[in-house]
């Protein structure tokens, strides 16, 4: 069973830059899509950015240009760099780990960390 930990959100005000990790353990990580998703309050869970294992990558509308994926194989890690923040990127990041290469199935996910975007 895949660990997923995410580490790296905090408090930002709009317009600045945060960089979110995940490392994961217990599987197999290079043959899986990864994923970054998040959840405000009172709104569904949505997707962020997928990064296969082809290092393809898939953004949410509201974050192309802002947001950047990325995956170390070597160090079983993905990043998700943001910049230039809005407030209404304030939610729960939660990382994910696919059950196949292009991200069509699901699998685990990491408990979360929360980014606030206030002035």
């Known amino acids: 069973q895949v660990q997923l930990v995410e580490s790296g959100g905090g408090l930002v005000q709009p317009g600045g830059f945060l960089r979110l990790s995940c490392a994961a353990s217990?599987?197999?990580?290079?043959?899986?899509?990864m994923g970054w998703y998040r959840q405000a309050p009172g709104k569904q869970r949505e997707m962020v950015a997928i990064i296969t294992t082809y290092g393809v990558t898939n953004y949410a509308d509201s974050v192309k240009g802002r947001f950047a994926i990325s995956r170390d194989d070597t160090r079983n890690t993905i990043d998700l760099q943001m910049s230039r923040l809005k407030v209404e990127d304030t939610a729960v990041y939660y990382c994910?780990?696919?059950?196949?290469?292009?991200?069509?199935?699901?699998?685990?996910w990491g408990q979360g960390t929360q980014v606030t975007v206030s002035s």
């Open positions: 994910h780990q696919f059950g196949d290469q292009f991200g069509r199935i699901f699998g685990s």
């Open positions: 217990g599987k197999a990580f290079s043959i899986y899509a």
